[in-house]
T-cell receptor, first 109, second 115 residues
Framework: AQRVTQPEKLLSVFKGAPVELKCNYS??????LFWYVQYSRQRLQLLLR??SRESIKGFTADLNKGETSFHLKKPFAQEEDSAMYYC???????????FGTGTRLQVFP | DAGVIQSPRHEVTEMGQEVTLRCKPI?????LFWYRQTMMRGLELLIY????????DSGMPEDRFSAKMPNASFSTLKIQPSEPRDSAVYFC?????????????FGEGSWLTVV
């Protein structure tokens, strides 16, 4: 069965601290992996995707096929990073994007 | 482009009433998705269309929910009769034809409260 797990509902850190939001997936085949972010009262928007291997707003995510993980990391959190973060895998042969339950990141000053 | 447009932005209705949520996808996009967001369950995919045809409706919770896409620029999600447990934020999203990692763009959501 296709499943994505974000074990932490809430992650609280102080400004400047490192952040790691965990994501594990169970998917047949080799899915694409995405991270979406939702700032307070705004629409969800794409943060980054694994195929791009890019850093967006200081965030990076490495796909670990052996551990079936796609954790989101940032070395120094900023207050403006406070938001809901969703991990989302998608099979290559479909448009269907399945979201995890999300992790709320709170960055305190 | 104004992005994915949803209406209404907020709706409060009484239990038993019919609710219709509307969505206009981004022009040129041929995949459309309806998601429901709650605190307990996060973001759940309800149904998605490709070229106006429902492809996967396995996430639709029960017969009270129905969705249509009569043309490429309009879709509706209907709940009849509504119940308090339907209270949630309903997001519509669209993308160009998939299979190649195309980004899915979300609307601002319709906040539904059923009392």
């Amino acid at each position: 069965a296709q499943r994505v797990t974000q074990p932490e509902k809430l992650l609280s850190v102080f400004k400047g601290a490192p952040v790691e939001l965990k994501c594990n997936y169970s998917y047949s085949g080799s899915p694409e992996l995405f991270w979406y972010v939702q700032y307070s009262r705004q629409r969800l928007q794409l943060l980054l995707r694994h195929i791009s291997r890019e850093s967006i707003k200081g965030f990076t995510a490495d796909l670990n096929k052996g551990e079936t993980s796609f954790h989101l990391k940032k070395p120094f959190a900023q207050e403006e990073d406070s938001a809901m973060y969703y991990c989302a895998p998608r099979s290559y042969n479909t448009d269907k994007l399945i979201f995890g339950t999300g992790t709320r990141l709170q960055v305190f000053p | 482009d104004a992005g994915v447009i949803q209406s209404p932005r907020h709706e409060v209705t009484e239990m038993g009433q019919e609710v219709t949520l509307r969505c206009k996808p981004i022009s040129g996009h041929n995949s459309l998705f309806w998601y429901r967001q709650t605190m307990m369950r996060g973001l759940e995919l309800l149904i998605y269309f490709n070229n106006n045809v429902p492809i996967d409706d396995s996430g639709m919770p029960e017969d009270r929910f129905s969705a249509k896409m009569p043309n490429a620029s309009f879709s509706t999600l209907k709940i009849q009769p509504s119940e308090p447990r339907d209270s949630a934020v309903y997001f519509c999203a669209s993308s160009q034809d998939g299979y190649s990692g195309n980004t899915i763009y979300f609307g601002e959501g319709s906040w539904l409260t059923v009392v």
